[in-house]
């Protein structure tokens, strides 16, 4: 295990290009199962997650060659239908390889994923969808098996849950109807940037989709798919932890490089009402540091909404800025964890019901802090570059699920941040 340490203070200063897309490139990993010709897919992000996918890639068959962000993978011998617990367990996405397994070979295993320190995750969603298109649907051992002997048959899937529609569910059926016999309508679609980037994936494989990046999606099934090269769009929520890394600690302003702008909108138009300085420049964003910057309240929502992957990076802000913020997650209500940590920084915050209230304080101060997951570790880190002193912050694996080098990117912009073992 590895941990960071973080000294606060440092002033940040020049450019950081954003790497490919972490969860774009999971189900588009996935989706490669969907042909036996090969498929070669740019600008995939060197993180774990993306690994475990590889592996379980690997495990079911697929040849996988990996060479500085360029992925080229053959599933031309497929020899097992399954993804395994251990595999399951480390990473929830496994569960889109549902879709593809099905479609391709009429039949998949996967474990089932349990709740994770973000909250209850089910997959009820993503089950009643494959069912809606033929599968049969057995839970026995922690484990869901789907077969479709006689194959799939589209039909009108709903993909809205009660917080919204689900982006992986929708991924899955997506990744199911493109093989299946006759038409699939998905009502309540995902409408998130990285649905559209499969959706684009797979209409480069042959597949007959329109509509992604709207709630209604139809899918004309194909009889086969081929082989395909593709670049992963940018990712939007390592942009915007950076945007909040240049708003809060930049000596003069941090160029962010390779910006999807309408991706980013919800976040840009965020920052600049908290009074940060934010100019396009072609595809990068110049962000200036906020002088005196003010709370803001933010409501988590479902794509074109303010993304939950960003609010724990915004509290990080907000423990800092003047006034009162109040940030209500409807999307994963107990995804709080950081909270509990920045109050060891000395933030002032009451969180209640999926809902925070953070008062911002002056100044934060440096301690050892434990990292929980992926985005709050995120925060973690950026609430340690302005912290008086020095912060320890643990189990930085988390960190690493889906950040591509945080610490030498943040290094390069003037970071005092160091990677040791813990
Ligand atoms: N939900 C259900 N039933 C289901 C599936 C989801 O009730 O069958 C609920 C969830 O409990 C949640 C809501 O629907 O309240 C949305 O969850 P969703 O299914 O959209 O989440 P996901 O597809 O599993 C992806 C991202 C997450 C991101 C969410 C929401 C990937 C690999 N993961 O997860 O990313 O938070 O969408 O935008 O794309 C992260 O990158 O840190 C991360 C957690």
């Given at each position: 295990m590895e941990k960071f340490i973080v000294k606060g203070g440092a002033e940040l200063e020049g450019k950081v290009t954003v790497s490919g897309s972490k969860n774009a490139s999971l189900p588009i990993l996935a989706a490669?199962?969907?042909?036996s010709e090969q498929c070669v897919i740019r600008r995939?992000?060197?993180v774990s997650d993306t690994n475990y996918m590889l592996q379980i890639l690997q495990n079911l068959g697929a040849d996988v060659e990996r060479a500085s962000g360029t992925v080229t993978i053959r599933c031309?011998?497929?020899h097992r239908h399954d993804a395994p617990y251990d595999l399951v367990r480390k990473m929830r996405?496994?569960?889109?390889?549902m879709g593809p397994l099905l479609a391709r070979l009429n039949r998949a295993n996967v474990s089932l994923p349990g709740g994770c320190v973000i909250g209850d995750r089910p997959i009820d969603l993503h089950l009643k969808g494959l069912e809606g298109l033929g599968a049969d649907v057995q839970v026995d051992g922690g484990d869901v098996r789907l077969e479709a002997r006689y194959g799939l048959t589209g039909d009108t899937i709903d993909m809205q849950g009660k917080s919204g529609a689900t982006v992986l569910g929708t991924d899955n059926v997506m990744m199911a109807a493109v093989l299946a016999k006759g038409t699939t309508v998905i009502t309540g679609a995902a409408c998130e940037p990285e649905v559209v980037d499969l959706a684009d994936f797979l209409n480069a494989m042959g597949a007959k989709i329109t509509g992604?990046?709207?709630?209604r999606i139809e899918i004309e099934g194909v009889s086969e798919l081929g082989g395909v090269e593709h670049s992963v769009i940018p990712d939007r929520i390592e942009a915007g932890t950076f945007l909040v890394a240049g708003a809060m600690a930049a000596r003069e302003s941090i160029t962010v490089r390779r910006i999807n702008h309408d991706h980013l909108a919800r976040i840009t138009e965020t920052l600049t009402a908290c009074g940060c300085p934010i100019e396009k420049d072609g595809d990068n964003l110049i962000i200036g540091k906020a002088e005196n910057p003010v709370g803001a309240n933010i409501i988590t929502r479902p794509?074109?909404?303010?993304p939950t992957d960003m609010q724990a990076q915004m509290c990080a802000l907000f423990a800092t800025t003047a006034g009162t913020s109040v940030v209500q997650d409807t999307?994963?209500?107990?995804?709080?964890?950081h909270l509990s940590e920045m109050k060891r920084m000395g933030a002032n915050v009451e969180v209640d019901d999926g809902t925070a209230v953070i008062k911002g304080v002056d100044q934060l101060s440096g301690a050892p802090v434990m990292a929980s997951d992926l985005r709050a570790s995120a925060a973690l880190v950026l609430a340690a570059l302005t912290a008086k002193g020095e912060t320890e912050i643990s189990r930085v694996y988390h960190i690493d699920r889906g950040y591509e080098h945080i610490d030498d990117k943040l290094a390069d912009l003037g970071a005092d941040i160091r990677r040791l073992p813990a």
């Open positions: 490669t199962l969907l042909t995939v992000p060197d031309a011998n497929l996405a496994s569960v889109c390889v992604a990046g709207t709630p794509y074109p909404g303010f999307i994963f209500p107990q995804r709080f964890m």
